[in-house]
DNA sequence: AACAATATCTTGATCAGTCAAGATAAAATG
DNA sequence: CATTTTATCTTGACTGATCAAGATATTGTT
C-alpha cells in the first residue's frame, strides 16, 4: 500500500506561474477552468488537473473536479505579489536600465520568479512606489490591492478624441512597432470613422501623423475618451 | 536493448554550477577532483561522476574516470561567463542598488543564471566596464580574460603595513563584520606582532582603532604590502 | 607484496513536472 | 432523450537531478 505524502516542497516558480495564469483569467473573465490555464501555460490539460489537485491541498485554489476552479484568498494574494513584482521589475528594466518596453516581458517573466524582497524593495523606493508599470498595468500594491484601470479596448472605440492608457504587454512586436510609431502611454490622438468591415483603423495623432492599425492590433490597445 | 541517447537540452544553471566549481578549483589549486567538487556543491560523489560524463561528452570538461578532470577551453570559457556574470551583478547591486557587500553574493549567485545577454551589457555600461567585483575579485572580460589579484592571505603576513585588496565573497557574516570595523577594500592599516600561537591578530587603522581578528577570518583577507 | 584506507563509480530509487493516450463526464445537438 | 462533441481526468511513462548503498579501483602503510 502507498501513503500519499503530498506535497512537502515550498510554492517553485511553477507553482506561481499557474496562480498568475488562474488570476490572469479571473480578472480577464471572471472564472477560469483547466483548459484555459492549459492553454495560456502551453501545458496539457492533464498536468493542469494534477497541479490543481496540488494547489487544492495547499489551499491556493479552491478545486471541484469538473466544477469549478478559483483562486482561494491566499492563492489570489499569492498571484498577486507575484504580477507586483513582474510589473515592478519591468518598470525599473525600463526607466532605471534603459531597455525597451517591447523588450521587458521576457526578462521579468524570469526575474520575477527569483529576486529576493529585499531587492524588490529597494526596486521599489528607488521608483517611488510606482503605480503603473510601462504598458499601463497597475502595479499591486505592498498589502496585494490593485487598482482598476478602465479603458476601452481600441477596436470597441467609436470615432473621437482619446489617449492610450494601456498596452498588452506580451506582443514583442507590436509593443515595437506601437513605439515606431509613436503610439505611447499617455499619448493622444483622434480616432476616425470605424470602417469595421475593413478591419482598419486610422489615428491622427497631434503631430498630424496618420496611423492605420487592424482591429488585431487594436484590441491589444487600451484608450480612455478625452474632451479635446 | 535500450538506445542511449545521451543530453539533448542545453546547459541549465545546474552545468553552471558545476563548470563554476570546477573552474574555482582550478584557480585555487591548479586541479580538482570528483571529490572536490562534490564538497563544494554539496552533492554525493557519484552525483558528480554522472554529470561529468555528460558534461565530457558535451567537450566542456575532458573527464577520465579516476584518472583526471579539468575544464576544457570552452568549459573554461563558459566557466568565466558565469562568473563575469556573477561578479557584475554583485558590483552592481552594491552600487546601484545600494545593497551591502555582505548580502550580494546570493542573490547575483541566483541571478547570474538567468539575466539576458542584453541587461549584463547594460550593467556593465552602466558601471564603466569595471574591472573589480565589491569583494575585489577581478571581473572577466567579455573575452574570458581574466587578471589575477596577487594578494597574500592576511595570516600568512609577516608585520608590517598592508592594503586589503581582496576579501573571500562567500562568508556574509565576516563581511558583515569587517564592514563594521572599517575593513574595506583599500582600507590600509599596520600589522602588528603576528603572534600565531595565540591564533589571533592585531591590527591598528589610521584612525588609530585596534582591530583583533582570528586566523580563520584572517586567512580570507588578502593584502598586498604597502611602503608607508 | 599484502592489507587497510580512501576515493570513485555503479545501480536502483525518488521527486517535480510533464506528456500521451485512453477513460469518463458534461454539454450541445438533433 | 439519444447521440455526438468537447472538456476533463486518470494512468503509465519519461527526464533531469539527485541520493543511498554497495562495488571497485587507487593509494598509502607496514
Redesign the interface.
Known sequence: MKIELGWLLMATSTVENYLKAVLRQEEATGSTTVGEVAKELAVTPGTVTTMMKHLDEEKLVDYQPRKSLSLTLEGRSAALKVVRRHRLIELF?VQ????DWS?VH??AE??EH???D??LD??DV?LGEPTHDPHGDPIPDRDGNLAQVEATPLDEAEGGNYRIVRVSDDDSDLLGWLDENGLTIGEEFALAHPNRAAGVLEISRSTGAKVQLGVQAAGQVFVEAISA
Chains 1, 2 share one sequence.
Open positions: 528594466l532605471i536600465m534603459g531597455l523588450e521576457e526578462e524570469i526575474l527569483v529576486i529576493s529585499r531587492l529597494r526596486i528607488m
